[in-house]
């Protein structure tokens, strides 16, 4: 489902503008894992090839609940009833802009606005319109069932697990979600933002209905702003595959992974390139005619040369791993939105 005016062609040219880009360090050499080898898609760049540029960003930009973007496909995940704030920030093109969708509760006071989410679990959207926007910006609100429906830790039979009882000691960012998007056959290709998809995130411990998933907003801004730099750079036509988004902690201890995984808060993601030739492993990115650790590393330097770039410090920092194949997967990279630098 995606929104009106908000087509592939039009995310792309409106994304270049957006990013401060760059691409990757020269690969390592090691030995190569048991998965079938790709073909070299390209010669690895040096770190003397390296260049780093500075688009001019694309005003409006819109802030809403400490968030803020210019994407044209943006999600917020609220609870039934809540009540928000957004602004046009200032620098912005003057004049008048509208921000309006059915549902949902809108008070205007210029370049602001107040609004109260619908009282039912859903999806509804709000479009902003103004100056300088040729087609409106689709600001979504994923109203989330509460926590408080989790019984036994089961929501709706969906099995989620026991969280901490409060923040496991490490801060605001490991507490209890608020909340649950319920995933279903009719909404689970419904955009979240221009190149992702909601069903790509959900836990991967049942093929059954109804399932849930917890999302961070950042996240998916992290996400788009490394997949439009890829482009730009001609790594990758299409976004990145996100092998592994959300996890309930029933699915996280089942896998024996750590307790406190940022993927349990849904601002993780495990992420690859599959692009040339699509075939369900990591590109050959480092050019070496194998497919190895070293293409995991080579997205990973790649990724660091991002986040050298104020914009990126800004808003993005986080943790980023590094992970070779094993019997059930190619290598890959884990990014996340903690807010604080981890490297492994």
Known sequence: MSPAGVGARGRVAWLATWLFVGVAPAALSTQAQAVPPPQPIRPAPTVQQLTLAAPAPTPPWLVCGGERSQLPLWSLFVLPGERGDCEIQAGSPAGGYRLQGPGVQVQTAGQRWSWQAPAQPGLVQLRLEGPGLKQPRILQLWVMTPAAAVVDGRLQGFRIGQYPGNDGGRGP????????????PANAATRVSPE???????????PHYPKYVVLRTR??????????????????E?????????????????LGNRPLSRHQW????????????????????NGDGRLSREDAVWLAQWIERQAATPAYRERFIGGLGIYGSTSSHGPFVHIDVRG?????
């Open 196 to 206: 992702y998809r909601l069903g790509q995130f959900v836990s991967k411990q049942s």
């Open 219 to 236: 996240l998916l801004e992290k996400l788009e702003w490394l997949t439009t730099a890829a482009r730009l750079q001609g790594m990758a």
């Open 266 to 285: 849904g601002g993780a993601a495990d992420v690859y390139i599959d692009d040339r030739p699509r075939d369900g492993h990591m590109d050959d990115l």
């Open 173 to 184: 960012l490991y507490g209890p979600p608020r909340g649950y998007v319920e995933v279903t």
């Open 340 to 344: 604080v630098r981890a490297r492994w």
């Open 238 to 254: 299409g976004p990145f595959v996100v092998m592994s988004g959300y996890r309930t902690p029933y699915y996280n201890a089942r």
